[in-house]
């Protein structure tokens, strides 16, 4: 079991940066993938960014490659998620989750455990 705590979200112009941060908790974090999605009002959750548990293998949409970085420090139970450059596009709920499955997946469906959401808001 592995419970998801993210924050760092809140409200920027556009060209700013935010970094967001999700906490788990268990002993068994850097055994799972991690990713990050996010959903805007009337879309579906979609895909960010994904991390393999050993920091080995990153994936990121189209849509935000070049602009975010995916990370995560296993020796404090934390994935982040630094984002530059932000767009009014990128306006959304941002959640992280965790797969058990070794290979990092973009698929939300595949991952087992979901934090409760960040806000963020980029305004023009």
């Known amino acids: 079991q592995v419970q998801l705590v993210e924050s760092g979200g809140g409200l920027v112009q556009a060209g700013d940066s935010l970094r967001l941060s999700c906490a788990a908790s268990?002993?068994?974090?850097?055994?799972?993938?991690m990713g990050w999605f996010r959903q805007a009002p009337g879309k579906e959750r979609e895909f960010v960014a994904t991390i393999s548990w050993n920091v080995g293998n990153t994936y990121y949409a189209d849509s935000v490659k070049g602009r975010f970085t995916i990370s995560r420090d296993n020796a404090k139970n934390t994935v982040y998620l630094q984002m530059n450059g932000l767009e009014p596009e990128d306006t959304a709920v941002y959640y992280c989750a965790a797969d058990r499955g070794l290979i990092p997946r973009t698929n939300p469906a595949a991952y087992d455990y979901w934090g409760q959401g960040t806000q963020v808001t980029v305004s023009s």
């Open positions: 268990g002993r068994t974090f850097n055994r799972y993938t």
